[in-house]
T-cell receptor, first 109, second 113 residues
């Protein structure tokens, strides 16, 4: 079983749609959680950190469920520019970040 | 401007050749990382370093070597022992201390001639 698992997609949605991604992790000692965005052949860029209380940044909402060991990302009112791959990242005490393989999002006009 | 710089952007390796990828940061970060990304795949950790003159193997260290002689620099050598080196290589740095928000360089695409 992979340490961090994501649905690879692609998720193909129309502009204005709401879309949600989930990510599960296997190590219950994981401490910090992040969503990164990666455009094709570019470096990943931090989208948002994920907190137990949930956090929101504009159209993006991230949630953490420690009991079930998953994190989620909700994108409201999708824009064409949201088309990218979204990487789930988990950090635990061995000072390693574990990346999921990413979920690809395609937003169509 | 503070940041992390990788060079070159594109690199070609001949059979049996060692090549070195450069990674420099001026963010004063303690931790630095090297990742490999294959098409349609996530990032896999090659090596990481939490402090100068110390580094640890990641999940796929075979065929690679690193050094950390200066805080700012963490070069990666892809040796001839790495039989499938074609990939996108990403260097990253972080402040360390248990909350590892990464800052990435723009990556190096390595291909075999």
């Amino acid at each position: 079983r992979k340490e961090v698992e994501q649905d690879p997609g692609p998720f193909n949605v129309p502009e204005g749609a709401t879309v949600a991604f989930n990510c599960t992790y296997s190590n219950s000692a994981s401490q910090s959680f992040f969503w990164y965005r990666q455009d094709c052949r570019k470096e990943p860029k931090l989208l948002m950190s994920v907190y137990s209380s949930g956090n929101e940044d504009g159209r993006f909402t991230a949630q953490l469920n420690r009991a079930s060991q998953y994190i989620s990302l909700l994108i409201r009112d999708s824009k064409l520019s949201d088309s990218a791959t979204y990487l789930c990242v988990v950090f635990h005490s061995s000072y390693k970040l574990i990346f999921g393989s990413g979920t690809r999002l395609l937003v169509r006009p | 401007d503070g940041g992390i710089t990788q060079s070159p952007k594109y690199l070609f390796r001949k059979e049996g050749q060692n090549v070195t990828l450069s990674c420099e940061q001026n963010l004063n970060h303690d931790a630095m990382y090297w990742y490999r990304q294959d098409p349609g795949q996530g990032l896999r950790l090659i090596y990481y370093s939490q402090i100068v003159n110390d580094f640890q193997k990641g999940d796929i260290a075979e065929g690679y070597s690193v050094s950390r002689e200066k805080k700012e620099s963490f070069p990666l050598t892809v040796t001839s022992a790495q039989k499938n080196p074609t990939a996108f290589y990403l260097c990253a740095s972080a402040t360390g201390g248990g909350y590892e928000k990464l800052f990435f360089g723009s990556g190096t695409q390595l291909s075999v001639l």
